[in-house]
C-alpha cells in the first residue's frame, strides 16, 4: 500500500478547525473529505456531510484518526527498535500487537503488519 497523501486533508483541517475558517463543501471539499474518511475506515462519511454539524464532526473524527494513529505507531515504533536492540524480540512483537488491537487505520494496520512479519526470523 502506498502512504496516503493525508496533507490536502490536513491543511484544510487546520484552516477550519484551528482557524476558524467557514467550511464550505465544494465539489473538490466534498471528494477530499469523502476519500479521506474512506481511508481512515469511517463508513458513514457521505451521510455526515448532509450538516454542517455533521460535517464538522466528520473533519474532527478524521483529523483524531489520522493523528492518533500516527502517534500510536510512532511510539510503539520507537519501543519496538527498542527492545530489538536489546535483543527481546517478544516485547518488539508485543508493541505491534498492541497497535493492531486497536488501530483501524489500514494504512497504519498495514505498517504494523509488516514490522511484526520482518520480525518473524527473529530469536
Known amino acids: ?5 493525508w496533507n490536502p486533508f490536513r491543511d484544510l483541517a487546520r484552516r477550519i478547525l484551528r482557524e ?3 467550511l464550505t463543501l465544494s465539489d473538490d471539499v466534498r471528494a477530499l473529505v469523502l476519500r479521506t ?7 458513514n462519511a457521505e451521510a455526515a ?4 454539524s455533521e460535517a464538522l464532526a466528520l473533519l474532527r473524527e478524521t ?5 492518533e494513529g500516527s502517534n500510536r505507531l510512532t511510539d510503539a515504533l520507537d519501543l519496538m527498535w527498542r527492545f530489538q536492540r536489546q535483543g527481546d524480540f517478544d516485547s518488539a512483537r508485543q ?6 488491537a486497536v488501530e483501524v487505520v489500514p494504512y497504519y494496520r498495514e ?3 509488516e ?4 520480525m518473524t526470523d527473529e530469536p
Open 111 to 113: 505498517l504494523a503488519l
Open 37 to 43: 474518511a474512506a481511508e481512515v475506515s469511517i463508513t
Open 63 to 67: 483529523e483524531r484518526r489520522i493523528a
Open 20 to 22: 476558524g475558517v467557514p
Open 95 to 100: 508493541q505491534m500487537r498492541e497497535v493492531l
Open 49 to 52: 456531510l448532509s450538516t454542517s
Open 1 to 5: 500500500m502506498n502512504a496516503p497523501d
Open 115 to 118: 514490522q511484526l512479519s520482518s
